[in-house]
């Protein structure tokens, strides 16, 4: 990523003295960010949206020590790092803190880990956008929530090599997202269709994100690109306009599917049950293992993941499901 996408919040006029007393007014705070899917089937690096579990919590409190320190991590089964700079948490909370001028506030964090760690449902990013979220209401709100994007890109880098936002911006924001650009940072927020809910299973398998990046094709041909550019702008379309048809008809790719679907066990019989029992469309949830299912209600949405799951029980393969609308909201304070 680069610099410039942390240039989005230069305009401001921040007056340290000020922020001083905004965060003086909250000691401690509990935050809740969503788990998400990016990609949407076609939009590669540049689609997202919320859902409303799992998700992931972070507790913080300002100390009177400067600095950011990681005091306690649960449900990671000691795989994330305690080391500041090393933690996405943490290390966003750092990049935040020295940009609006406030290296004299001292932060405690305890993360708990509330969603599978690499299971293409953005656990890196639901860890960052709480803790960013965390630290700008304790700082009184000095960045809008947008602002906090290119913050959570940097953890994202940290996490997976790439700083992208097609996670965290929803994470952030709530909803459906589109990543418009990168060079500069343009971010859009989408309309949600009423009555949408994701059918999403998480088959209990090991897919890295930094391998099932690597599996990507560095050449395309024009005809797979026009097609998977038909296909993000019908699938943009059909969420302005309601039309669940249209959205359905757009959950196509031609360029990523078909390569990272190789590592999902099941996923073509994943793909045939979610269709023959309603599903709008199907496809991976980030890079993977986990998958997803768009409906028109919950009910469509709970059949998908049952018959799902008894298939991967009968491939003798773990799995967990989540059923949920789309999260409109974003990170919560609990």
Known sequence: MSNNNLNLADDLAIDPEKAKSQSEKLGAI??????????????????????????????????????????????????????????????????????????????????????????????????????????????????????????????????????????VAPAILGGFVLVRSYEPLDVISLPTPAGMYAAIVYPEVDVPTKDARQMIRSKVLLKDAVTQWGNVAGLVSGLFMNDFDLIGRSMKDVLVEPTRSILIPGFEEMRAIAMENGAIGFGISGSGPSVFALTKDEGTAKKITKAQQQHLHKININSKAYVSSVNAEGPRVI
């Open 30 to 167: 509990r935050v809740f960010a969503p788990a998400t899917v990016a990609n949407v089937v076609c939009g590669f690096d540049v689609l997202g949206f919320a859902v409303n579990e799992p998700g992931d919590e972070v507790e913080m409190r300002l100390t009177d020590t400067p600095g950011v320190v990681i005091k306690r991590i649960t449900g990671d089964d000691g795989r994330l790092p305690l080391d500041a700079a090393k933690n996405t948490v943490s290390a966003s909370v750092q990049h935040y803190l020295q940009h609006v001028n406030r290296l004299d506030v001292g932060v405690e964090i305890e993360l708990h880990k509330k969603m599978p760690i690499g299971s293409g449902l953005g656990s890196s990013s639901a860890s960052t956008v709480a803790g960013l979220f965390a630290i700008n209401k304790l700082m009184g709100d000095l960045l809008s929530p947008k602002e906090l994007v290119p913050f959570a890109m940097k953890g994202e880098e940290l996490a997976c090599g790439y700083g992208h936002a097609d996670n």
